[in-house]
């Protein structure tokens, strides 16, 4: 509820989107069946009232029910209000509209689902402290006596901070306990906001609770879906297959590929390697790959060679040679990195040894494959550009990584006190001449932290330092901790390393996937960083990978993988000549022309299968005059919008997949497509919007500087946040 209909004064923005965002995680994160949801208007108190009503008549006792309000909330006599649209506060009580705790309790009690979770991002909306047990868990975004707050997303819209940091740790950790994912939430939320997230019973059940393994790996094999399942879920079931001796070889082929769709390589090699090999080899080649494993997986290819498939075609035989060629080149290659720390000259600069940062990303690194890993503690200028002009030159054929992390570069008598004597000082590095020899090198990939650079603070200066753009030209994920601002401690800027590096290098010790794919991107949703951490470049390649070797070793795998698509495609295309079966036949190679890439001949035979539909239609005297495009066909009308969205044509896709509710208004999966273009429009209209005005900014001399704000901005997250309050202010 974002809207009131007799107050006003309380509108807030977030609502619509949070319950969008939260939506599609349930949708698609949780594979939640159905998803139904009130807005503004629709959400009368009677109106929702009545909704939990009828699914009280709905919902099964084996079912798993998620009651969420986004909006705002109040307390009147102690006794918490949740704000609908027709909310009235009137002080009578025969005019008063008001939903209370009492009501929404009453009809959640009634639900009869076996697992219940009440979801509240509003102010004051949460369970007395000495309330009796409940008969459902319910997870809260602030204490009854505090208020919540708006923030914004990473891609600018209005959001409930709250609801946000729940979606982003359910997208990241999918279906956890709830302690687990109140960590990543608290850590999410700006220490500026006073509010306390928490919820009730054990936080170690999981967000949608959990049955026996049995029915989840049932589950888990007739919906060929990993999605609800978190790693820890998927471990239990591991655990109780290995313990119960089950060697179904299709269940630990679905257990391999639902490890592999977590990004967990290692768990995904055991299962895999139990699982039928003729079936399982190329999953299990792909989960080698993005382990490191290059040895393992030349192994598994040169099996699958011997043992081909029945789709083999042209494409697929090509590909497969050129990927045996390139793992026998990755199987002999060397990763190269080079790690710096530089620690302070005065012992009130660091807190903590910077050099004790590097350990995360030493055992990431070699998690990834590098063997040559080199440590330079507080270098010498001489040391620091020989050790990297060393990594440059081995770099040529095997993949490099570089890490710098402490203060400005120092010797004792070094101190930086202007953005000039920085950007001297850098200019010392070899980045021009790097990025040159770089420009044939297809494996360089690099990742530069900087914590602060520090020097005496002069009138009118910050005395803190963002690192030149320059060092932004190594690689495409090159992540750079920018300084925050610092207190002002007297001639110096000292301070310990910033709580944001600290738990980017943290989250690398967490990760459980397979480290060769974090993007810088995910790096820092993983660390739940959102200020301080600036991304220059794509973010989405690979941080510490054999980069561009691995990335086309992948694309030659899916190539072999998608011969069964080719083999369908030309099956299809013989069918289109059958007149009983052409407008289906068109429709479905359709969809798979745009599996694999081709949406421009996807799009064309979608027109012709409407085309033969309806001359089909005409001849059984079924349709009038009417044209293709007016004919009721929800099914090929989703297909028509998936397509546009995956060709990225937002907006047609949007009011394709309306047609298709329209006629279809049950079509789970229009609704959850509909939902990612709407969101991809949004996205896409303020980005092309802030790119516009940036260059018109610039065009007009750039009269109050480029700071980093013109550089692309990953975590970040607004300042000017309100709370949601609805009464602030007023004492209630």
């Not at 076996?114 to 975004?141: G, M, Q, V, W």
């Not at 030349?298 to 035989?317: A, I, N």
């Not at 793992?327 to 040894?353: N, Y």
């Not at 044209?627 to 990225?648: M, Q």
């Amino acid at each position: 509820m974002g809207k009131y209909a007799k107050t006003p004064r309380l509108q807030l923005r977030g609502c619509e989107n949070d319950v969008a965002g939260l939506g599609e995680v349930l949708r698609t994160t949780l594979a939640f069946d159905s998803v139904a949801s009130l807005i503004n208007e629709q959400a009368t108190a009677d109106a929702i009232i009545a909704a939990l009503h009828a699914l009280a008549d709905i919902v099964r006792p084996e079912d798993s029910f998620v009651f969420y309000f986004s909006g705002n909330g109040f307390l009147r006599d102690d006794v918490a209000v949740f704000g609908s649209y027709d909310l009235d506060p009137d002080p009578d009580p025969q005019r008063a509209v008001l939903l209370t705790e009492g009501d929404i309790d009453a009809c959640m009690s009634a639900i009869p689902a076996r697992d219940k979770l009440l979801i509240t991002d509003a102010c004051h909306l949460a369970p007395p402290e000495l309330a009796p047990p409940l008969e459902y868990r319910y997870l809260f975004s602030c204490r009854r006596g505090e208020t919540a707050y708006e923030g914004c997303a990473h891609d600018g819209s209005p959001r409930g901070a709250f609801t946000y940091a729940l979606e982003c740790a359910l997208r990241s950790q999918c279906n956890a306990p709830l302690e687990q994912l109140l960590s990543q939430i608290t850590a999410s939320l700006p220490s500026t906001y006073e509010q306390t997230p928490g919820f009730t019973g054990s936080g170690a059940g999981t967000f949608v609770r959990d049955s026996h393994p049995a029915f989840e790996v049932i589950d888990l094999d007739i919906h060929g879906s990993s999605a609800r399942f978190s790693t820890r879920q998927l471990a239990e079931l591991t655990s109780w297959m290995q313990a119960n001796e089950i060697t179904a070889k299709p269940l630990w082929l679905d257990i391999g590929r639902a490890w592999l769709a977590k990004g967990s390589c290692d768990a995904a090699i055991t299962a895999l390697s139990a699982a039928d090999r003729s079936k399982a080899s190329l999953p299990l080649v792909r989960s080698q790959l993005l382990a490191g494993a290059y040895r393992d997986a030349l192994d598994s290819l040169q099996w699958f060679k011997l043992h081909p498939g029945e789709h083999s075609d042209q494409t697929h035989d090509r590909s497969l040679g050129e990927l045996l060629s390139r793992l026998e080149r990755m199987s002999q290659a060397r990763g190269h990195a080079l790690l710096v720390g530089v620690g302070a000259t005065t012992p009130e600069a660091w807190t903590s040894d910077p050099c004790s940062l590097l350990a995360p990303v030493r055992a990431a690194l070699d998690r990834a494959g590098f063997s040559d890993v080199t440590i330079l503690r507080d270098p010498g200028r001489a040391d620091l550009l020989a050790a990297f002009e060393l990594l440059v030159a081995r770099s040529g054929d095997a993949p490099a990584f570089f890490l710098y992390v402490g203060p400005g570069f120092e010797d004792t008598e070094l101190w930086l006190s202007s953005a000039d004597e920085a950007a001297d000082y850098f200019s010392d590095l070899p980045v021009s001449s790097l990025q040159q020899r770089l420009a044939g090198c297809e494996n360089f990939t690099s990742a530069i932290l900087l914590t602060q650079l520090r020097g005496p603070r002069r009138s009118g200066e910050r005395g803190n330092l963002a690192p030149p753009a320059g060092l932004a030209g190594l690689g495409s994920s090159t992540i750079v901790a920018t300084p925050p601002k610092l207190r002002d401690l007297g001639d110096l800027e000292l301070g310990p390393p910033p709580p944001e590096l600290q738990r980017l290098f943290a989250a690398l010790e967490q990760f459980d996937g397979a480290i060769s794919t974090l993007s810088a991107k995910d790096w820092l949703v993983r660390a739940s960083v959102s200020e301080g951490v600036t991304i220059r470049g794509d973010g989405a390649s690979p941080v510490f990978s054999f980069g561009a070797g691995l990335r086309a070793a992948l694309e030659h795998h899916r190539l072999i993988e998608l011969a069964p698509l080719r083999a369908a495609e030309k099956l299809l295309t013989r069918l289109t000549q059958d007149p009983a079966f052409a407008a289906s036949a068109w429709l479905h190679r359709g969809a798979v022309r745009s599996e694999l890439g081709r949406y421009d001949e996807a799009l064309e035979d979608i027109t012709a299968a409407f085309d033969r539909y309806h001359a089909d239609h005409r001849a059984k005297g079924k349709c009038g005059e009417s044209s293709p495009s007016d004919v009721r066909w929800p099914e090929a009308h989703y297909h028509r919008g998936r397509i546009l969205f995956a060709a990225g044509r937002y907006l047609e896709a949007v009011a394709e997949l309306a047609i298709a509710l329209d006629q279809d208004g049950r079509h789970a999966r229009a609704h959850y497509y509909s939902v990612r273009a709407i969101r991809r429009l949004i996205e896409a209209n303020l980005e092309e919007r802030a790119h516009e005005s940036a260059q018109r900014y610039v065009a007009l001399g750039a009269p109050l500087g480029l700071d980093d704000i013109f550089q692309p901005l990953v975590g970040a997250v607004t300042s000017s946040h309100r709370d949601r309050s609805p009464l602030a202010g007023e004492g209630t």
